[in-house]
T-cell receptor, first 118, second 111 residues
Framework: NAGVTQTPKFQVLKTGQSMTLQCAQDMNHEYMSWYRQDPGMGLRLIHYSVGAGITDQGEVPNGYNVSRSTTEDFPLRLLSAAPSQTSVYFC?????????????????FGEGSRLTVL | SQKIEQNSEALNIQEGKTATLTCNYTNYSPAYLQWYRQDPGRGPVFLLLIRENEKEKRKERLKVTFDTTLKQSLFHITASQPADSATYLCALVKAGNMLTFGGGTRLMVKP
């Protein structure tokens, strides 16, 4: 199993450009999410999805769009990149959104995508 | 406002000693708390879950405590090894709410 695969690993954009960060998982997880990680700020939730066709906003959604057309894929789109979006982005998936019963709610993370906006 | 605080300064300890990391929170009543390990340039990896009605959880050399009165979780690594050097993140969730992460504490275990 590949787990959670993110592409690209590194990207440099100019202000105003758009791009899509790709995320795919092969564990048949219903829950998928995108986080950004900045020094001293911890991981902050951008958007999440509890299943194909269902998405919702997290803590810091502005400037980002998502869609979930299949269980496997959850791309993150930057519509018009800004320097404030320079960050490391992580995609994560889980069997469910929350821990319940025997389920620990364990998040499986990708290796990250480092984005620099000039 | 709600806060999750982990010591932002690195914790340096000698191999073989017990490492203790702290996760403090305010204005939360978390249903559960998770701990993750993150190595440089990698994604976090899940270690342990502890629920609000549990005081302690163990897994091999790892022990987590959860004190809802003090609003604190302690993460212990006994007989620490250089391979335990990493950043450790705590994450909390309130019932029906989002999982929220602390900023992490870097642990350095010296041989």
């Amino acid at each position: 199993n590949a787990g959670v695969t993110q592409t690209p690993k590194f990207q440099v954009l100019k202000t105003g450009q758009s791009m899509t960060l790709q995320c795919a998982q092969d564990m048949n997880h219903e829950y998928m999410s995108w986080y950004r990680q900045d020094p001293g700020m911890g991981l902050r939730l951008i958007h999440y999805s509890v299943g194909a066709g269902i998405t919702d906003q997290g803590e810091v959604p502005n400037g980002y769009n998502v869609s979930r057309s299949t269980t496997e894929d959850f791309p993150l789109r930057l519509l018009s990149a800004a320097p404030s979006q320079t960050s490391v982005y992580f995609c994560a998936s889980s069997t469910t959104q929350f821990a319940a019963g025997e389920n620990t709610g364990e998040l499986f993370f990708g290796e990250g995508s480092r984005l620099t906006v000039l | 406002s709600q806060k999750i605080e982990q010591n932002s300064e690195a914790l340096n300890i000698q191999e073989g000693k017990t490492a203790t990391l702290t996760c403090n929170y305010t204005n939360y009543s978390p249903a559960y708390l998770q701990w993750y390990r993150q190595d440089p340039g990698r994604g976090p990896v899940f270690l342990l879950l502890i629920r609000e009605n549990e005081k302690e959880k163990r897994k091999e050399r790892l022990k987590v405590t959860f004190d809802t009165t003090l609003k604190q979780s302690l993460f212990h690594i006994t007989a620490s090894q250089p391979a335990d050097s990493a950043t450790y993140l705590c994450a909390l969730v309130k019932a029906g709410n989002m999982l929220t992460f602390g900023g992490g504490t870097r642990l350095m275990v010296k041989p």
